[in-house]
C-alpha cells in the first residue's frame, strides 16, 4: 500500500515526502538529531559547589537580564499594608 503510495504522481509530493519518512522511521532509519551541548551539562542538582559556582559565573549576563524583565514586571504592593 505504502509503495504505491509513494510510487503514485497524482499524490501530492509533500504527501509522498512525509510518507517516505514515516516509512523509513519505521524501518530503523531514524534521522539523526543535532546535539545541543548544552543539554548534556549536569543538572543543577547534580553539581557540585564548585560546578555551580562556575555555571553562575558562565551564565551571569543571562542570569541578570531574566532577573531584570522579572523586577520590571514586579507590581508595587508597600502600599498596601
Known amino acids: 500500500m505504502a509503495k504505491s ?3 503514485d504522481t497524482s499524490i501530492s509530493a509533500r504527501v509522498r ?5 514515516k516509512v523509513l522511521d519505521r524501518a ?7 546535539k545541543d551541548t548544552s543539554l548534556q551539562q549536569k543538572a543543577l542538582s547534580e ?8 555555571f553562575i ?6 542570569i541578570d537580564k531574566v532577573e531584570g524583565e ?11 499594608g
Do not use: F
Open 17 to 21: 515526502a512525509d510518507l517516505s519518512i
Open 5 to 7: 503510495l509513494l510510487q
Open 70 to 80: 522579572l523586577a520590571s514586571r514586579a507590581k508595587d504592593v508597600s502600599y498596601l
Open 57 to 62: 559565573e558562565r551564565n551571569q549576563a543571562e
Open 28 to 34: 530503523g532509519h531514524i534521522a539523526p538529531t543535532r
Open 47 to 54: 553539581m557540585s559547589r564548585d560546578e555551580l559556582a562556575a
